[in-house]
């Protein structure tokens, strides 16, 4: 069976979406939306970053996409600072009854206990009304701590703790509104950036520590929060700016699932502009990893390396993009609502073996 599919975006992870979605056998490139002219009319080959043309010129038409009536469409928009906006943008999709996947906002990816009813019930209802599905997911939140996990879980006899991790050098990731706007870095110590606001992080990573709580079968008592940050020790020239020695240059944070006084299930970040940065906090296998680690009987620890081109950074936006992509098939297929990992069988690169 083939899918009609439509990319909503095309910045550092629609551009890799795309990608895949020109690459996947049992996909059709329907449309492309994009949010300005300098990419209006442009073909979907140039703006993948392929060297041919594919014949779908990208529009900045919202309407005249979602007229198509796709079977998918593939949401990466940038949300983290239109988080409402960007929901309304869902909800259109699910109720004119097209199937979503969506790299943002990653809250949605499992909302429940995270957001109240009253958040989460109108896109269910715009789901239900437009018999669609709506599934959000990436590497992280993702499937670095979703499927990852509960993998290694299946081979426990006893979990006392788990505690996902990104431990990644960001000197090289193409984002200058995330790392600096969003994260902070190259600020002042004492300005807290919006990812540091009051329960901010707990709404973010949050859905990671409730989804793994609901299917490992875990009552939590409650979610916490806690952040450090670190000065550059010198200056240092990330993304054409310069980060001036004693501004943000590393940051560790981490959501904790406490039950009876024990924090059993963790999500930690640790990001550094420069790897000689906060050397006693966890060091990253190779140049950066996600890692897992469970502690019970027996010990797991798995470092996951990833590579693009040599880079890090981009290949985490590769593996984002790839997830969902891989998906559609199975989001398509499955019940109308909003979906989260667990609802969905395993998906895989099938087709891509060259």
Same mark, same amino acid.
């Given at each position: 069976m083939t899918y009609r599919v439509v990319q909503w975006s095309t910045g550092n992870v629609g551009r890799r979406t795309l990608r895949s979605i020109i690459a996947r056998p049992e996909l059709e490139l329907a449309g492309v939306w994009v949010s300005g002219p300098a990419k209006d009319g442009k073909d979907a080959g140039e703006l993948a970053g392929l060297d041919r043309t594919v014949g779908v010129t990208a529009t900045t038409d919202a309407q005249a996409l979602i007229a198509l009536k796709p079977d998918c469409i593939v949401h990466t928009a940038m949300a983290d600072d239109r988080l409402m906006e960007a929901v309304e943008d869902l909800k259109t999709f699910l109720r004119a009854g097209i199937n979503v996947v969506s790299s943002s906002p990653v809250f949605l990816q499992f909302p429940y206990g995270t957001l109240p009813d009253e958040a989460i019930t109108p896109i269910i209802d715009a789901a239900t009304e437009g018999d669609a599905s709506l599934w959000v997911n990436g590497i992280d939140p993702g499937w670095a701590n979703d499927w990852l996990p509960l993998l290694l879980s299946s081979g426990s006899e006893r979990i006392d703790a788990i505690i996902c991790s990104e431990l990644m050098d960001y000197s090289t990731y193409d984002n200058p509104k995330v790392?600096?706007?969003?994260?902070?870095?190259?600020?002042?110590?004492?300005?807290?950036?919006?990812?540091?606001?009051?329960?901010?992080?707990?709404?973010?990573?949050?859905?990671?520590?409730?989804?793994?709580?609901?299917?490992?079968?875990?009552?939590?008592?409650?979610?916490?929060?806690?952040?450090?940050?670190?000065?550059?020790?010198?200056?240092? #020239?990330?993304?054409?700016?310069?980060?001036?020695?004693?501004?943000?240059?590393?940051?560790?944070?981490?959501?904790?699932?406490?039950?009876?006084?024990?924090?059993?299930?963790?999500? =930690?970040?640790?990001?550094?502009?420069?790897?000689?940065?906060?050397?006693?906090?966890?060091?990253? @296998?190779? #140049?950066?990893?996600?890692?897992?680690?469970? #502690?019970?009987?027996?010990?797991?620890?798995?470092?996951?390396?990833?590579?693009?081109?040599?880079?890090? @950074?981009? @290949?985490?936006?590769?593996?984002?993009?790839?997830?969902?992509?891989?998906?559609?098939?199975?989001?398509? =297929?499955?019940?109308?609502?909003?979906?989260?990992?667990?609802?969905?069988?395993? %998906? %895989?690169g099938r087709g891509l073996v060259s």
């Amino acid at each position: 069976m083939t899918y009609r599919v439509v990319q909503w975006s095309t910045g550092n992870v629609g551009r890799r979406t795309l990608r895949s979605i020109i690459a996947r056998p049992e996909l059709e490139l329907a449309g492309v939306w994009v949010s300005g002219p300098a990419k209006d009319g442009k073909d979907a080959g140039e703006l993948a970053g392929l060297d041919r043309t594919v014949g779908v010129t990208a529009t900045t038409d919202a309407q005249a996409l979602i007229a198509l009536k796709p079977d998918c469409i593939v949401h990466t928009a940038m949300a983290d600072d239109r988080l409402m906006e960007a929901v309304e943008d869902l909800k259109t999709f699910l109720r004119a009854g097209i199937n979503v996947v969506s790299s943002s906002p990653v809250f949605l990816q499992f909302p429940y206990g995270t957001l109240p009813d009253e958040a989460i019930t109108p896109i269910i209802d715009a789901a239900t009304e437009g018999d669609a599905s709506l599934w959000v997911n990436g590497i992280d939140p993702g499937w670095a701590n979703d499927w990852l996990p509960l993998l290694l879980s299946s081979g426990s006899e006893r979990i006392d703790a788990i505690i996902c991790s990104e431990l990644m050098d960001y000197s090289t990731y193409d984002n200058p509104k995330v790392l600096f706007d969003i994260m902070g870095f190259g600020s002042a110590l004492d300005e807290l950036p919006l990812l540091l606001q009051p329960n901010v992080l707990t709404l973010a990573w949050g859905s990671v520590i409730r989804q793994l709580a609901a299917a490992l079968d875990i009552e939590l008592d409650t979610v916490t929060q806690h952040f450090e940050r670190l000065p550059a020790t010198e200056p240092l #020239k990330i993304g054409g700016r310069v980060i001036e020695e004693g501004t943000a240059a590393a940051l560790r944070f981490q959501v904790h699932g406490v039950r009876a006084g024990r924090e059993i299930l963790t999500l =930690e970040h640790v990001t550094r502009l420069h790897p000689a940065l906060a050397p006693d906090w966890p060091q990253p @296998a190779g #140049k950066g990893c996600y890692r897992v680690e469970i #502690k019970g009987e027996p010990d797991y620890l798995l470092d996951l390396q990833l590579y693009s081109n040599g880079d890090h @950074a981009e @290949a985490g936006i590769v593996g984002t993009a790839a997830r969902l992509v891989s998906a559609i098939p199975a989001v398509v =297929e499955a019940r109308p609502g909003l979906l989260t990992a667990t609802d969905l069988p395993l %998906t %895989t690169g099938r087709g891509l073996v060259s």
